[in-house]
């Protein structure tokens, strides 16, 4: 195993740009109560330099999301009573998909069926390049068979609690209490880039894996999880590796939450601060 310590780095900009070389990021993400949780993933992806964001949500929540950025654009979905995207937006998800380079599916949807189909149709998909995050990763654990459905690249992002509910499906050994142990054993079970989070947030492939060295315990707040996604998803559409925007997506995302901090305090730090950090930590590397 191979411990990653020098950062990625994304390639320096052209000056003839545009929107269109910085990648398409699709994020599927939201549902009645939750809101807020696509929008944080989707502006996050938008200040960490994707070209183009498409947020996808369930219909009845557009208005609400559409409000809080008008930089990105979005995609009304299909909804049950509920207010959680359903079966019948499957198809358009698809569609979406594969208009993108990268694409995210997690934030505050919800658990159910159908949201369960949905996402073992999404890691079904080839030339797919997928960040499964927050009730994603629960949607998923409910099927123990789902590694052998994948042909997505995927990044896997959970926090301890979603980590085990993916460990208990797959693995009948006892998790290590080594927390870089846990993740390597889950991604080589899995073929999957996984990210777990916490403090020294770990992110490992089969054969290797990086330590995180920033954050800071005022980043334990509702939404932060949420920015990650929308960090991460954007290095990958701007073309690294899974890999590569797994281990620079935890490096800035920690480093805006020290900046955040600095300003504010460990306290009353919240998710949008840790956004509003995003360019100076970009600034910083």
């Known amino acids: 195993m191979k411990k990653i310590t020098d950062l990625p780095k994304l390639a320096v900009r052209a000056a003839d740009s545009h929107k269109g070389d910085f990648g398409k990021v699709l994020i599927v993400a939201g549902s009645t109560g939750m809101s807020g949780a696509a929008a944080i993933a989707a502006k996050s992806a938008l200040r960490s330099g994707a070209g183009l964001v498409n947020l996808a949500i369930s219909k009845s929540i557009l208005p609400i999301v559409a409000a809080v950025e008008p930089s990105y654009t979005t995609a009304a979905l299909a909804e049950d009573r509920s207010g959680k995207i359903c079966a019948k937006a499957l198809r358009d998800i698809l569609n979406l998909a594969a208009q993108s380079d990268a694409a995210a599916f997690g934030p505050g949807i919800g658990k159910s069926n159908a949201l369960q189909s949905i996402i073992l149709a999404l890691i079904a998909q080839k030339n797919l390049r997928l960040v499964i995050d927050a009730d994603g990763l629960n949607n998923l654990a409910k099927d123990p068979t789902w590694p052998d459905r994948k042909n997505a690249s995927l990044t896997l992002t959970p926090h301890p609690g979603e980590f085990k509910r993916l460990w208990s499906g797959l693995i009948r050994e006892q998790m290590p209490d080594d927390r870089t142990a846990r993740a390597t054993a889950l991604a080589k079970k899995t073929g999957c880039t996984v990210v777990l989070k916490g403090a020294a947030t770990v992110v490992a492939e089969s054969n290797r894996v990086y330590v995180n060295t920033t954050g800071n315990a005022g980043m334990a707040?509702?939404?932060?999880?949420?920015?990650?996604?929308?960090?991460?998803?954007?290095?990958?559409?701007?073309?690294?590796?899974?890999?590569?925007?797994?281990?620079?997506?935890?490096?800035?995302?920690?480093?805006?939450?020290?900046?955040?901090?600095?300003?504010?305090?460990?306290?009353?730090?919240?998710?949008?601060?840790?956004?509003?950090?995003?360019?100076?930590?970009?600034?910083?590397?």
């Open 221 to 285: 707040t509702a939404g932060a999880g949420d920015v990650l996604t929308g960090v991460i998803t954007a290095l990958a559409g701007q073309g690294l590796s899974d890999f590569d925007a797994a281990v620079l997506g935890v490096y800035l995302h920690g480093l805006a939450g020290d900046i955040a901090a600095e300003k504010f305090g460990q306290t009353s730090l919240i998710e949008t601060d840790i956004i509003a950090a995003l360019p100076e930590a970009f600034k910083k590397l």
